[in-house]
C-alpha cells in the first residue's frame, strides 16, 4: 500500500479528495495549517515529510480566491505560494526524494489570448492580468518541478484543472470559486429574502469541473501513477464551457420561490472572456471517465449551502 499525503486536506478541493479517499479505504496523512503545519516554513515542511516519508504528495495547499481577491491580496497571494512550491521541493529533495508529487494547476496558468486551452501551447503568451499574482505561481509549480526533477531526480505530475465547484467551499463570496459564490448568495437570498448582487456583466464563458469528479480521478491515478499519458501536463477536461448568465439561469431554476432583483455589478472584472480546456489528451488517457452532469453537480452544491445555512 502506498503512503499518500494529502497537502491542504481541510480545504475546498482537499476535503473533496479526503472524503472520496475515505469511501474507498485508501489511507492517507492529511497536512495543513489547521493541522498544525505551515506549508510556508521549509523547516516545519521538513520536519512533517521526515516523520511521514511518503510515496505519493497531493499537493493541493494553495492561498486563493476569486478574482478580486488575488488582486486586492496579491502580494500576498504571490508571496504565500511561492513559499509554499520552494518549501516543498526543498524538503521533498532531502527526505523523500522517490516520492511522486501530484500537482493541480489552475488553468490561470494558460495565457490570456487562448480561447481553448491546449496543453502544447500553455506557456504560449503572458497571463491574464486579473489573475496575475495566483497564475504566475501555477507557472513556477511547474517551473520548480522539473528544475528539481533535472537536479534531484524528483517526480511530478501536473493536472491542469478548470475552475472547480461543489461542496466544502468557502462561504465567503469573495474567497469562493465563482460558482460556489453564486450558488451561496442565492441560498443567503432566499433565506433573507434580498436582491442577489452578481460580479461582472455575465458573457465570461468557463469550464466547470465538479470537485468530486476531481477526487475520482485522483483516485484512478492513485491506483496507477505511471499510466501513459502522464508524465506531461494533461487537462481534466470535458471541452465545454457556460457563461455566467447561463449559471445563473440553471441556478436560478433550483429557486422557484426567490422573488429577489438579480443585479450585475458591472464595475466588477469579468478577467478572461473564454476558458475552455481542449479534452483529447484526457480521453486518451481515461477515455471511459464520466463526468458528473452539471445540473446535478449544481443541485448537490445547492444541497450543501442549504445544509450549512445560516452562514
Not at 511518503?54 to 495547499?61: E, F, K, Q, T, Y
Not at 491546449?118 to 489573475?131: F, R
Not at 456583466?201 to 469528479?213: H, K, Q
Request: charged content about 20%; overall charge neutral.
Amino acid at each position: 500500500m502506498k503512503k499518500i499525503v494529502l497537502l491542504g486536506d481541510t480545504g475546498f478541493v482537499g476535503q473533496n479528495i479526503a472524503e472520496v479517499f475515505r469511501e474507498n479505504n485508501i489511507p492517507f496523512t492529511g497536512v495543513s495549517l489547521t493541522h498544525g503545519v505551515d506549508l510556508r516554513d521549509s523547516m516545519a515542511v521538513t520536519a512533517m515529510l521526515k516523520k511521514e516519508i511518503p510515496d505519493i504528495i497531493i499537493n493541493c495547499a494553495a492561498h486563493v480566491g476569486s478574482l478580486n481577491y488575488v488582486t486586492e491580496q496579491a502580494a500576498t497571494v504571490i508571496s504565500d505560494n511561492t513559499r509554499m512550491i520552494i518549501s516543498l521541493y526543498e524538503a521533498v529533495a532531502k527526505e523523500c526524494p522517490k516520492a511522486l508529487i501530484i500537482n493541480p494547476i489552475a488553468n490561470c496558468a494558460y495565457p490570456a489570448k487562448a480561447e481553448i486551452y491546449s496543453e502544447d501551447h500553455w506557456w504560449d503568451g503572458p497571463l491574464h492580468s486579473s489573475v496575475l499574482s495566483f497564475g504566475s505561481t501555477r507557472r513556477l509549480l511547474w517551473s520548480v518541478g522539473e528544475s528539481y526533477s533535472m537536479q534531484h531526480g524528483v517526480k511530478s505530475m501536473y493536472l491542469m484543472v478548470p475552475n472547480m465547484y461543489g461542496t466544502f467551499e468557502s462561504t465567503d463570496p469573495n474567497k469562493a470559486h465563482a460558482l460556489n459564490a453564486l450558488i451561496s448568495k442565492f441560498v443567503k437570498a432566499k433565506h433573507e429574502d434580498t436582491d442577489i448582487e452578481i460580479w461582472g456583466t455575465g458573457i465570461a464563458i468557463r469550464e466547470w469541473l465538479y470537485a468530486r469528479d476531481f477526487a475520482r480521478i485522483l483516485f484512478l491515478i492513485i491506483q496507477n501513477p505511471t499510466m501513459s499519458g502522464l508524465h506531461e501536463p494533461i487537462n481534466i477536461a470535458q471541452n465545454f464551457g457556460l457563461s455566467v448568465k447561463e449559471l445563473v439561469e440553471i441556478i436560478h431554476k433550483n429557486f422557484p420561490d426567490f422573488k429577489g432583483a438579480i443585479r450585475w455589478n458591472t464595475s466588477m472584472a469579468d478577467g478572461a472572456l473564454k476558458k475552455v480546456m481542449d479534452d483529447k489528451k484526457f480521453r486518451k488517457v481515461f477515455p471511459d471517465f464520466q463526468f458528473t452532469e452539471m445540473k446535478e453537480g449544481i443541485k448537490n452544491t445547492i444541497h450543501y449551502y442549504e445544509s450549512i445555512y445560516p452562514f
